[in-house]
């Protein structure tokens, strides 16, 4: 009996080995190749996501390199933009005091020209009211002098008596 045991169990093993390289073979023909397929697939899609991320991190980090450079160029120009607007300010105000200060200094020229001239025509207007008055005080003692015949003739002499012969 211990050796149909072993005969039995050695025809059991060898149908198992049969069974099992058959499965293989099936398996081989038939399941292998889209298992291996899938798992090829999935393979290549993980380092494609893997590669795709890793671009996409380059690409995130050149991004922000280049923005870190606009935006430095940005603050750049705008400090330039703000140095030139208070510069141009700066000129502005100046050049608006130097225009002020001439067209003060003109204002003032004018009207020390405007006093002068009114000066010298109001001295011309009172040197000529007063020739006008000393005329006519004048004329009004020559009449009261000239009206009195004794007054006169003292007056001719007086006069003869002034003037020297040469």
């Known amino acids: 009996m211990d050796k149909l045991i072993n005969d039995f169990s050695f025809g059991l093993f060898i149908w198992q080995i049969v069974i099992f390289v058959a499965l293989i073979l099936l398996l081989k ?5 889209p298992i291996l397929d899938a798992v090829n697939e999935r393979e290549e899609g993980i ?3 893997l590669e795709s991320a890793e671009n ?3 690409e995130m980090q050149e991004l922000q390199a280049d923005n870190q450079r606009i935006l430095q160029e940005a603050r750049l120009e705008r400090d330039s933009m703000l140095k030139e607007a208070r ?3 700066e ?3 100046a050049d608006a005091k130097n225009e002020a200060q001439t067209q003060g200094q003109k204002m003032i020229e004018q009207a020390k020209a405007a006093i002068e001239s009114e000066k010298n025509a109001a001295m011309n207007e009172l040197k000529l ?3 006008t008055l000393s005329l006519s005080i ?5 009449k009261d002098e000239l009206s009195n015949k004794e007054a006169q003739t003292k007056l ?4 003869l008596g002034d003037v020297k012969l040469n």
């Open 29 to 33: 023909k038939f399941a292998w190749k």
């Open 47 to 49: 380092k494609n996501a």
């Open 56 to 58: 996409a991190k380059k």
């Open 87 to 89: 510069e141009m300010k």
């Open 91 to 93: 000129k502005i105000v």
């Open 129 to 131: 009211q007063v020739s």
């Open 138 to 142: 004048a004329e009004k003692v020559l």
């Open 156 to 159: 001719v002499e007086k006069m």
